[in-house]
């Protein structure tokens, strides 16, 4: 059941691995202080994780957030040299600090102790791109696996510290990179196989990355991407990339260059077994390229131990895992939600992981509820833009298929809207199964808000994520940085107090990360979202308060996409902003105006710039509407007033604000009447 055991249980269980390890030295210092921090509560006494206790454990997770998380790190974790200092966290510096002295290895977690136990346990179910396919992998499967490929890295030069970019489609191999980095200490940088050359060549770089693992193709939808090509043309930008390993997705007869090795082939060359590099708590795990409102994407560097556990312990409650259940979280492994929920968190509690390579509308609208029905998934975990698509489609495509194995059903990326969760619970959850809205950051590392499963079954609450996490304390503050207090408030949304799952630091650039994140309102992360409060002290996020935008789930910095749009010669200046979409969420406006004595037809001009988007970030990040422009609205002091182009994007005329403190006020009557003709022309 979903409970956690403290004081006596959590010295067993630490017993029993320690013992296997025959580290009875360690073993000792840790009896001392798991009797320390079973004062939390008093020993034999179980605490269940269900309503009645909730709040209560919740309470002293606030409270004593060294005692609640350090008892939770040994119960949970497999610790090579258990800690001795649980936390050294000062929100004021942006200082994360946890189990500082601790030494283990995240592949170990996630791997060895469950085949200790139960080897041919599946861990994941490989859902291919092909309609009715897939393969699974046991734990000793993708153990050994693991271990093969840990051992060709480390053949190649690979060590502790380095970077490893992987540019790959959802498949067991994608997996294993990334275990196979974490056996050896390097850290992975997963890109998203739909950003472009370009962009996979600027996060190589930022990285300094030696190693790229890509595949000669992936297949998505039916349709093959030319991965092998693109990290070619990438490559050819980073003389610093010594070896990509090239995995075969369909077979294709893809040109093999100097630097480029086999990666199948190299795997079978090499043992299976290798011993797992002793990680520091606070070493780096991985890096992840998010975007924000300014410059190019950071890497978002989370750390081995504090990461882990946060993924291993929300995965748990936050979907309300029992082992056994097949859990199906459809997020690619590109995404943070792919890092934490098809492969940390699932596997750290030796679940079953599916891992879907597909789209949910190949071969039809029907793909995910065939897939639930044929592989008798009990968790589901999707994005609000694909169940807004899929209800356009009608019930019959839900309705043909059996769900009954379904109880939990997730949402994460993005606002969902009463229409969409209705839908979700009614139709394919057949209100029988638990809804929860999860709500989380790249940066927190593992869903930091979310209605809990069994706790929460009695207040659904469609367009809340509710309620924080255990050791999540978030507060609203006004745009002075002060905070409102009580229920029926709104403002921004900042988190008190450190969670071991938030990111360390921005990769090579800590000014960066502090700026970004903890200068606006000093002492508290900022997370760059609005939220209301409302009478029960439930949560509902209203959307960014910065210049991020949110499409399908999918992040993007709208100055990216101007500094893209800008490359275009005959462009004087650009303003992008996000616009209400029925399925996306957000679509993408772009205003542009042109320079002097530009002379371009208006279907070549849009063309180019759709295609230079599409070069330097990637197909996904392309504006749905370009808009020519006679001048921009701005300020005296020269700053784009974004507030009044959301407003025209939307179609929302009415109120425009102020328009008195801009430079000249004319401009925003041209840009309404350049709007209207532009959507009368579309329609
Ligand atoms: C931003 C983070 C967390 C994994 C996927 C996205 C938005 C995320 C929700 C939600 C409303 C949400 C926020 C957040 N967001 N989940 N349940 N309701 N908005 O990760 O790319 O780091 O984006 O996504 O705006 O700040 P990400």
Redesign the pocket.
């Known amino acids: 059941m979903n409970s956690i055991y403290v004081g006596q249980n959590a010295t067993n269980v630490l017993f029993r691995s320690l013992f296997q390890r025959l580290r009875l030295k360690s073993f000792r210092k840790v009896q001392t202080r798991s009797l320390f921090l079973s004062e939390l509560v008093p020993s034999q006494h179980k605490l269940s994780f269900v309503t009645r206790d909730h709040e209560e454990i919740y309470k002293k997770s606030i409270q004593e957030p060294g005692k609640f998380w350090g008892e939770l790190a040994l119960s949970k974790l497999q610790w090579i040299t258990p800690f001795t200092k649980t936390m050294d966290c000062e929100m004021s510096k942006g200082q994360h600090k946890w189990f500082m002295d601790g030494v283990l290895n995240v592949s170990e977690n996630c791997l060895d102790r469950h085949v200790q136990r139960t080897p041919d346990n599946i861990a994941l179910i490989w859902e291919k791109d092909e309609p009715g396919t897939h393969e699974t992998v046991s734990y000793r499967e993708l153990l050994k696996m693991t271990c093969q490929l840990s051992n060709t890295l480390k053949n190649h030069g690979i060590k502790k510290g380095d970077r490893v970019c992987l540019y790959l489609p959802n498949s067991p191999l994608a997996v294993v990179s990334m275990l196979a980095c974490s056996r050896i200490g390097a850290a992975h940088s997963v890109v998203f196989a739909g950003f472009s050359a370009d962009a996979l060549a600027s996060r190589i770089m930022d990285a300094g990355a030696e190693t790229v693992i890509t595949a000669d193709q992936g297949l998505r939808g039916g349709k093959t991407i030319n991965l092998k090509q693109m990290v070619d043309e990438a490559v050819s930008k980073c003389s610093g990339v010594k070896r990509v390993f090239v995995m075969s997705r369909t077979g294709a007869d893809v040109p093999m260059g100097k630097i480029d090795i086999p990666l199948e082939k190299a795997m079978s060359e090499e043992s299976n077994e290798c011993i797992p590099e002793p990680m520091n708590s606070e070493d780096m795990l991985f890096l992840l390229y998010?975007s924000g409102s300014t410059g190019k994407p950071k890497g978002i560097q989370h750390s081995q131990a504090g990461y882990l556990l946060y993924a291993n312990l929300t995965f748990k409650h936050v979907f309300g895992y029992e082992p056994g259940d097949i859990f199906s979280c459809v997020a690619d492994i590109g995404?943070?939600?792919g890092h934490s929920y098809v492969v940390y968190g699932p596997l750290s509690n030796g679940a079953t992981s599916v891992l879907f390579e597909s789209i949910p509308t190949y071969p039809d609208p029907g793909r995910y509820w065939e897939m639930v029905e044929r592989l008798k998934i009990n968790i589901f975990y999707g994005a609000p833009t694909a169940i807004r698509l899929l209800l356009k489609y009608g019930n019959d495509w839900v309705e043909k298929y059996d769900r009954s194995s379904l109880k939990v059903l997730g949402?994460?990326?993005?606002?969902?809207n009463a229409e969409a969760w209705y839908w979700y619970n009614d139709i394919v959850g057949e209100k029988r199964c638990t809804v929860v809205?999860?709500?989380?950051?790249?940066?927190t590392g593992g869903v930091f808000l979310a209605p809990r499963p069994g706790p929460d079954n009695s207040m659904p609450k469609p367009e809340f994520?509710t309620r924080p996490f255990f050791g999540v304390e978030p507060v609203l503050l006004d745009s002075n940085g002060k905070e409102l207090v009580g229920n029926n408030v709104s403002g921004n949304l900042c988190i008190r107090g450190s969670v071991p799952g938030l990111a360390r630091t921005v990769y090579g650039d800590h000014q960066r990360f502090l700026e970004t994140y903890y200068t606006t309102f000093p002492g508290y992360y900022f997370?760059?979202?609005g939220a209301l409060r409302d009478e029960d002290g439930h949560y509902r996020?209203t959307?960014?308060v910065d210049d991020?935008i949110?499409i399908s789930?999918?992040?993007l910095g709208t100055a990216e996409i101007e500094d893209a749009l800008d490359y275009h010669p005959d462009v004087a200046e650009s303003a992008v902003v996000g616009f209400p979409h029925e399925i996306k969420g957000e679509g993408i406006y772009a205003y542009v105006t042109l320079k002097e004595g530009a002379v371009i037809k208006l279907e070549d001009l849009v063309l180019q710039l759709k295609n230079l988007v599409k070069k330097e970030i990637g197909s996904f990040a392309v504006p749905e509407i370009i808009q020519v422009a006679s001048g921009l609205p701005k300020t005296r002091s020269g700053k784009i007033m974004r507030r009044i182009l959301r407003k025209v994007a939307a179609n929302d005329f009415h109120d425009l604000g102020d328009v008195s403190t801009l430079a000249e006020p004319s401009v925003v009557k041209d840009i309404v009447d350049e709007h209207k003709k532009l959507m009368h022309s579309k329609s």
Do not use: F, S
């Open positions: 998010t995404w943070i939600t949402t994460v990326g993005e606002p969902i809205d999860t709500w989380w950051q790249t940066e994520a997370t760059g979202d996020i959307g960014r991020v949110n789930g999918h992040r």
